[in-house]
């Protein structure tokens, strides 16, 4: 047996039978009740006006309950109540009907054979014409409580209907006018009874209870299900590998066999054993005060393998002569080549769940840690949709990498579901804190906003909710807890979209409060993002919203474009230093647009400030405006061109040009190359070599870490020099050879900024240089 809950729940689903449903019906004949009641006497079945008039007498209006409360309001329930200690059900069958029944419904609603019912009586109603009840879910009064059982009794009447709905899906149950009609539901159904059009409609409830205090074996898998639930949810969880406990989790996730589209992943539409096995537990996580939601889990796995047929560690023995048989089989290699060892690594991913009604759903982005997921079926059991096998290159000698989707059912205690969903990154979460402070629980939306802070700035948001977060952040009032909201946010999801959020919260909390938010959206995860500058397309328009604001506003704006004028200038100070012009070109050319977005978002002041910068940078900058005038040639009317200062960087380029092609042309004699080395001596050596007008060539006896000093250096500055190792005597010798290329490339440098500058004068009808 499992050594803990989380495993030994797992073990219980995994031994469950075919699916049952939430709901279910069963007649049974009239003569099976003996019904009395207090103050009425024997009730005759089929029921008759008279006798239901006689009730009505001694009922009092029913009363429902609202949270703490119990209220009366005919307005969501109109119907006559009779107490449970003024009925008495007897009858010489009653007893084995009733036991029979509840048999019936184990069945029916998928509950284990060995679980006991009990029904307990709730009340006995009478709905008279046009009454009803809205729906709504039952209080579950005991924790036993796994349903509600329903008995009505024949009556002749019109609408009435008992309507019970469970994740979208609903059944609507008629009584019967001559025999008993009874209907059992699970606990966590809505369900209503619609207005009654004629006649009455006369019902006995129960709550139905699965057997308190009776062991394992006898209530079946839901009460111990419901049991592991507790158990682990208020036990401190342990990491796989870790040395220490922590705190109990907030959620279980049970990984499904099968795999499910979004738009196909519901309760009702699950395959094969999920369909009982989830019910199962969504009805123990409802008896454990639990809500469960259904997800689609990604699940990657590492296993140490080798090829099959190889020996494992054959390769410290060498090669023998089978190796030449290799290669000549190259059908694609499946996983049945492998030879699969030890697991690894197993991690588990969940991208999108349901909402907390069952329907709908949202993607999210959810790390599950290894002490919080379990399965009945072992992936390992499962065909993964990829598999990847990696050589002793890869991190843990040789794997196989395997991929599986799973749907999973995510279970967390009520009252800490707005941290469990919160977590994921879930747009529930921020519409909870919105809802909150709309609704003036200002106190309740701070608290359950500080619940997020040990992990919200982990979470992977999605830039969509950025415009809620600002919302909720503002109307927190708190600005320690609305900086932590933001966190996890970057600059990239900004957009024009976003002014009068970013509005609200500078006016509410300032700006050197904002300027530590922008600092942080551009803080060191920026650095390494892979579309880092796609978003300052979005930049002017934002700028230009926010100005037109007001003056805490222009300083917003003022934040953004000198973070993104920051991390420009870096990689421009970068970029114009790299020496082979292979790699330096295209990164130069493609820093021209946020270039451009950012002149055009920039204000006056800052927008000098740039081109200043741009001016004092090496001639190789011209590979980045170059390219950016051309295209913005095309792409932007005269006027924005202007006012981003594009003239001018024009006119700057005309002047830089002109410069270039008045040069004399380097001598023919002239071999010099000027470079600067890291100041050891090896570079001395090799600067004076380079500085040298005559020599082209340089025999250097030279170690091999000193040669491996030297190649690093002409190759990251791209030198026109050729270098080579004569491998004879000890040590080796460096060749050097300054190369043709000395020459060639200042003609095509040449070439290039007489084309360039024919193309300025023309396009952007340059004035001379002059004074500016
Ligand atoms: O009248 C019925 O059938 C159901 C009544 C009910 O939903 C309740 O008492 O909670
Ligand atoms: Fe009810």
Redesign the pocket.
């Known amino acids: 047996m499992a050594g803990n809950p989380r495993e030994r729940l797992a073990e219980l689903l995994g031994g469950v039978r075919p699916a049952g449903a939430f709901s279910a019906r069963l007649e049974a004949p009239a003569h099976g009740l003996g019904l009395e009641v207090a103050g009425v006497g024997p009730v005759s079945l089929p029921l008759r006006a008279p006798q239901a008039k006689k009730l009505i007498a001694v009922a009092r209006p029913a009363l429902f309950g609202r949270g703490e409360e119990t209220l009366s309001d005919t307005g969501v329930r109109d119907t006559w109540q009779i107490s449970p200690d003024q009925i008495t059900l007897a009858g010489p069958s009653w007893p084995a009907l009733l036991s029979g029944a509840l048999e019936h419904f184990r069945d029916a609603l998928g509950l284990p054979v060995t679980a006991r019912l009990q029904a307990e009586p709730?009340?006995l109603?009478v709905y008279g014409k046009g009454q009803f009840?809205l729906p709504?879910q039952?209080s579950e009064k005991d924790d036993a409580m796994v349903g509600?059982l329903?008995l009505c009794l024949p009556s002749a009447h019109t609408g009435g209907e008992?309507v019970i709905e469970h994740a979208g899906q609903r059944s609507t149950y008629r009584a019967s006018k001559t025999e008993l009609t009874l209907v059992a539901f699970y606990a966590d159904c809505r369900?209503e009874?619609t207005p009654v059009r004629s006649g009455y409609r006369v019902?006995l409830?129960f709550n139905l209870l699965a057997e308190p205090g009776a062991s394992a074996r006898d209530t079946g898998p839901l009460t111990e299900l419901a049991h592991c639930l507790d158990q682990h949810f208020s036990t401190p969880a342990r990491p796989r590998y870790a040395m220490r406990d922590l705190d109990p989790p907030n959620r279980l996730v049970y990984l499904l066999d099968h795999e499910y589209t979004q738009r196909g992943l519901s309760w009702e539409r699950l395959k094969g054993a999920d369909a009982e096995r989830a019910a199962l537990l969504r009805a123990a996580a409802g008896q454990a005060g639990c809500e469960s939601v259904l997800a689609l889990a990604e699940v990657k796995q590492t296993w140490d393998a080798y090829p099959a047929g190889d020996v494992p560690w054959d390769d410290c023995y060498g090669y023998d002569e089978d190796d030449e048989y290799e290669g000549e089989d190259d059908s694609p290699a499946t996983d049945d080549d492998y030879v699969v060892q030890d697991l690894i690594d197993d991690e588990v991913t969940l991208d999108w769940w349901t909402g907390p009604d069952g329907t709908g759903g949202e993607p999210i982005s959810l790390y599950v840690h290894d002490y919080e997921a379990c399965a009945s079926t072992p992936s390992a059991d499962l065909t993964p949709y990829e598999s990847q096998y990696e050589g002793y290159m890869g991190n843990y000698g040789n794997t196989l990498d395997r991929w599986y989707r799973r749907a999973a059912v995510v279970v967390w205690p009520r009252e800490r579901a707005f941290a469990a969903r919160g977590e994921a990154g879930s747009r529930w979460a921020l519409e909870e804190l919105q809802g909150r402070i709309e609704q003036g629980d200002l106190d309740g939306a701070r608290t359950a906003a500080e619940s997020l802070a040990p992990f919200w700035k982990h979470t992977d948001t999605q830039p969509e909710l950025l415009e809620g977060a600002l919302h909720v952040a503002e109307g927190l009032g708190v600005a320690e807890t609305a900086a932590m909201l933001l966190e996890p946010f970057g600059v990239n999801a900004l957009g024009p979209q976003h002014a009068h959020g970013l509005a609200a919260v500078a006016e509410r909390y300032g700006t050197v409060w904002l300027g530590q938010v922008i600092g942080g959206w551009f803080g060191p995860r920026y650095r390494y993002e892979a579309h880092r500058y796609e978003w300052t397309e979005r930049l002017p328009d934002l700028c230009t919203v926010l100005r037109s604001l007001g003056p805490a506003r222009t300083a917003a704006a003022r934040l953004l474009s000198t973070g993104a004028w920051s991390a420009v200038d870096e990689d421009l100070r970068q970029c114009t230093t790299t020496g082979p012009a292979e790699i330096r070109r295209p990164r130069l050319e493609q820093l021209g647009l946020p270039l451009q977005h950012l002149l055009q978002a920039a204000d006056q002041e800052q927008r000098t400030e740039i081109l200043a910068v741009l001016r004092a940078q090496a001639d190789t900058v011209l590979e980045c405006l170059m390219p950016m005038l051309r295209r913005s040639a095309q792409a932007l009317p005269t006027d924005t061109r202007r006012a981003a200062g594009l003239d001018t960087i024009a006119r700057d380029c005309t002047d830089r040009l002109r410069a270039i092609v008045a040069r004399q042309p380097r001598a023919a004699d002239d071999w010099s190359i000027a470079w600067t080395g890291c100041g050891c001596d090896l570079c001395a050596t090799l600067e004076t070599f380079l500085a040298s007008r005559s020599r082209r060539v340089l025999e250097w006896p030279l170690a091999k870490d000193g040669r491996r000093h030297v190649h690093t250096r002409i190759d990251s500055a791209g030198l026109p020099v050729l270098h080579q190792t004569r491998r004879q005597g000890r040590p080796y010798t460096l060749v050097l050879t300054k190369t043709e290329q000395l020459f060639t490339r200042e003609q095509t440098g040449r070439r290039q900024a007489e084309a360039d500058l024919t193309w300025l004068t023309s396009t952007w009808n340059t004035l001379p240089a002059g004074p500016r």
Request: proline letters at 0%; glycine letters at 0%.
């Open positions: 709730h009340a109603l009840f709504h039952d509600t329903v008992l369900h009874v019902a409830t």
